[in-house]
């Protein structure tokens, strides 16, 4: 299995960005897919899960202002974020977990700036 994330980029404070996650290969009995973010310095943290049964989970500084959402039928994931800040500045991961296996994409860069 392979993720490959795009849609990264520069972006003004206030703007939005959408990035999408494909999978490629054998995928079966896929639990959840989801998109990190590590920022400079910091620890990676969890920005959005959607689970197989279509269940969304965020983290708590990114709800109200990004979307995650799926399409099966295309292998792909996306996060739709708007009202970007500068903290949200990160490279930007997408996760895919079976019942048995976890993989992660290389990362697409988002740069806010104010």
């Known amino acids: 299995v392979q993720l490959q994330a795009s849609g990264g980029g520069l972006v003004q404070a206030g703007g939005s960005l959408r990035l999408s996650c494909v999978a490629s290969?054998?995928?079966?009995?896929?639990?959840?897919m989801s998109w990190y973010r590590q920022a400079p310095g910091k620890q990676r943290e969890l920005v959005a899960r959607?689970?197989?049964?279509?269940?969304?989970d965020y983290g708590d500084s990114m709800k109200g202002r990004f979307t995650i959402s799926r399409d099966n039928a295309k292998d792909t994931m996306y996060l739709q974020m708007n009202n970007l800040k500068p903290e949200d500045t990160a490279v930007y991961y997408c996760?895919?977990?079976?019942?048995?296996?976890?993989?992660w994409g290389p990362g697409t860069l988002v740069t806010v700036s104010s």
């Open positions: 996760n895919l977990i079976t019942f048995s296996q976890t993989y």
């Open positions: 290969g054998r995928i079966s009995n896929i639990n959840a």
């Open positions: 959607i689970t197989s049964g279509g269940r969304t």
